[in-house]
């Protein structure tokens, strides 16, 4: 919230956010547009007057120390904690969403304290507020109730973002045991963060920057005490790939299974050797050994090389698919 220098003077109460915490002050001396402050914390902090969150009409006696101050500012924060927790945001929401206007902070004040409200009440609807902003948004010193798509929106996303930083943790303490070894930890698939846990490694592993999982599998790791290049044995241990895992399919999402259809098919047309060469130009290489060169991004793996002894020399085969002769179109 902004608040005006003139609502302000040396004495004033005021409260700002620092790392998502609201901190209470207390203002020691205001020059050139700056508010030396005295916390909670016993703490100077200099702020610009934008950087505060609610200005009071409190006004504490800075000649009684240090001290004196810190202490009175705690019990200032304790009071209204006590109170924002017993502001029904939900409820407020209900009363007041089907207006959709701007509601301002004394207005909003009388609402939920009718009877005689003070600053520590007007605190404690802004800290009620600020803890819980699914559903009003700020602007200064007013508030605007979100509609109830905003609503289950903000709702669904800070679900996920619960649901994200529990997977990080448990998993991570889970990956962190039994990846010493400790044998009270069960890796088999039915184990529920298994399953949880080994689908978003073997994605991080497989897609790197490029899985929907990169962040959650190095929070994971992170959690556990693992480096990155430790995950494929560690992978291998839990059973999720093989000593010998050909990744490339993994990595390209390239079917290594088919159905029996596909695979009658595939048969009934590798036994049609009158077929294979229609001009006498081809001949049947299947036997030969072959490898590629490609590189990891190679999505058509389209050539090959051979070698083999020929007597004293060696006959250098290289190799080009032609797909399109025996797979048509469509």
């Known amino acids: 919230a902004v608040v005006k220098y003139a609502a302000m003077k040396i004495g004033s109460v005021v409260e700002y956010i620092d790392r998502q915490k609201i901190i209470c002050a207390v203002i020691l001396e205001i020059r050139n547009q700056r508010l030396f402050l005295y916390n909670e914390n016993r703490r100077e902090v200099t702020l610009s007057g934008n950087r505060l969150f609610h200005a009071s009409k409190t006004c504490l006696d800075t000649s009684m120390g240090r001290v004196g101050l810190a202490d009175t500012l705690k019990e200032i924060a304790r ?26 902070l004394p207005t909003m004040t009388g609402l939920c304290f009718p009877e005689n409200p003070a600053c520590d009440h007007e605190s404690a609807v802004v800290r009620a507020l600020f803890n819980n902003r699914e559903y009003f948004k700020f602007n200064q010193d007013q508030f605007y109730p979100n509609s109830q798509e905003q609503v289950m929106r903000r709702i669904t996303l800070e679900k996920e973002a619960e649901r994200r930083a529990w997977m990080i943790n448990e998993c991570g303490q889970w990956l962190k045991t039994a990846y010493r070894g400790d044998s009270t930890i069960q890796k088999d ?42 995950l494929l044995p560690i992978l291998i241990d839990l059973g999720a790939f093989d000593e010998n895992e050909n990744i490339d399919p993994h990595r390209l999402r390239t079917p290594i299974e088919f159905s029996k259809q596909e695979l009658a098919w595939a048969e009934e047309t590798s036994l049609r050797p009158s077929e294979f060469s229609d001009n006498g ?50």
């Open 189 to 230: 698939p039915g184990r529920d963060l298994y399953q949880a846990a080994v689908p978003i490694l073997k994605s991080l592993y497989i897609h790197g920057k490029e899985s929907s999982e990169y962040a959650m599998g190095r929070a994971i790791l992170a959690k556990a005490d693992i480096d990155p290049s430790a």
């Open 79 to 104: 009071r209204r904690k006590v109170l924002s927790d017993s502001v029904a945001v939900k409820d407020l929401w209900e009363v007041l969403n089907s207006e959709q206007e701007w509601i301002d």
């Open 281 to 330: 130009l081809r001949r049947d290489l299947t036997g030969l050994p072959v490898m590629t060169i490609d590189g990891q991004s190679t999505l058509d793996f389209d050539d090959a090389l051979s070698i083999e002894s020929a007597g004293t020399n060696y006959r250098l085969g290289i190799h080009i698919a032609d797909v399109s002769h025996f797979v048509k179109q469509d």
